[in-house]
């Protein structure tokens, strides 16, 4: 499995930003999509998943209702649609992926594959 991000950038707080998560080679039809972001100095954290049978999503307190996680099946991609984005928003942001549903432990699954991540810089 192979997955390559996009749409990182610099906004200003309060902007919107939506990130791009294509997904190729052996790919299942039951897996789970996760974003991720580790800002400098601090520990990588979940931020949203999405189970890609029934498209349940689930999503880290600190981002509920301002973040929306997505899935286009036709085009292999999962998106994390960011609003009301604020500096505390900055950092690198990767895409993860698990074969399986997520569970209840999304966000520790042992992702075994992963993007390169994108860059989201939020100024104040």
């Known amino acids: 499995v192979q997955l390559v991000e996009s749409g990182g950038g610099s906004v200003q707080a309060g902007g919107s930003l939506r990130l791009s998560c294509v997904v190729s080679?052996?790919?299942?039809?039951?897996?789970?999509f996760g974003w991720f972001r580790q800002a400098p100095g601090q520990e990588r954290e979940g931020v949203a998943a999405?189970?890609?049978?029934?498209?349940?999503?689930y999503y880290a307190d600190s981002v509920k209702g301002r973040f929306t996680i997505s899935q286009d099946n036709a085009n292999n991609t999962v998106y994390l649609q960011m609003n009301s984005l604020k500096a505390e928003d900055t950092a690198m942001y990767s895409c993860?992926?698990?074969?399986?549903?997520?569970?209840?432990?999304?966000?520790?699954?042992?992702?075994?594959?992963w993007g390169q991540g994108t860059q989201v810089t939020v100024s104040s």
């Open positions: 993860a992926a698990h074969v399986g549903d997520c569970g209840g432990s999304y966000w520790d699954l042992g992702y075994p594959y």
């Open positions: 999405i189970y890609s049978l029934d498209g349940s999503t």
């Open positions: 080679g052996d790919t299942y039809s039951t897996m789970c």
